[in-house]
């Protein structure tokens, strides 16, 4: 898996790389928090979404840069 973009310096990176960073941020910054809200949901609504409580844990906790793909649109 290659290395989260920010965990590279920032002379290495290509200038259209830069220039998708703030998108990048943003969408990152997204994931973050549609995580923190799931993780915040009562049980009756993560039934109405299809969720049990251990499932929305474990996607709240993962990192916001691993996000699928679909969701990188």
Do not use: N, Y
């Amino acid at each position: 898996m290659p290395a989260p973009l920010l965990a590279l310096p920032l002379a290495l990176l290509r200038p259209s790389t830069l220039a998708g960073l703030p998108r990048a941020l943003l969408r990152r910054s997204a994931v973050a928090r549609s995580r923190h809200s799931l993780a915040r949901l009562d049980d009756h609504l993560l039934r109405d979404i299809g969720l049990t409580r251990a499932q929305a844990a474990a996607e709240a906790e993962r990192p916001s840069w691993d996000a699928p793909s679909h969701w990188k649109g």
